[in-house]
């Protein structure tokens, strides 16, 4: 019950990148916008903190508006923190906006927790979830993004590098395990490292 429960409640997300030894490296793409999210699972004791790193280039004016999550369904969430610049020279204002050298490679991090005490139960669903078990997320409820317009096409890379490799990890594509190899071939499709 316990691994089906955290197989069905693991990520969804629109694409995957499978974890090597290094750090994963994507295509260039000629959408409007590619994103890249690497996750950093830290054990905090009998609770889970997620490091978030997002890679995205800077508007031709250098400035970028970040969406950040703040409700979803209804629910006003509190699991991002610490919102802060990683790229030498970049920062971001107290409305979200960064501000970097035009065009640049921008790199941004935040972490992700728990942000309720008790059990999961309606309406908690629509939290993002970071247990030391399993995490659950969706785009809407726990990944920044910079604002496009939108009609504006955008890839997205993940990479679960630093994923524990007796994790599951579900998406809308399927579900792979890292341990055991096991490894769908739609994944193998989508985009690797």
Known sequence: MRQQR?????????????????QCRFAKSDSAQSLTYRFDPEPQGDAQVLHVILEFTAG??????LVVPAQWAGQALHAMTNLRPVSSGARIDERAVVYAAPKSHVVIAYD???????PLVHPLQFHPVV???????????A???????????????????????????????????????????????????
């Open 143 to 193: 990944l920044v993004v910079p604002k496009l317009e939108s009609s504006a096409r955008e890839t997205v890379n993940f990479d679960w590098e630093k994923l524990p490799r007796n994790r599951t990890l579900a998406t809308s594509f399927g579900a792979a395990c890292f341990r055991c190899r096991q490894v769908p071939e739609s994944y193998r499709t989508v985009g690797r490292c």
């Open 112 to 118: 992700l927790k728990k942000d309720w005490s008790g």
């Open 6 to 22: 955290a197989l069905a409640a693991a990520l969804m997300f629109f694409s995957l990148s499978l974890p090597l030894p290094a």
């Open 131 to 141: 247990t030391p078990e399993y995490f659950e997320f969706t785009r809407s409820n």
């Open 60 to 65: 031709p004016d250098g400035k970028a508006a």
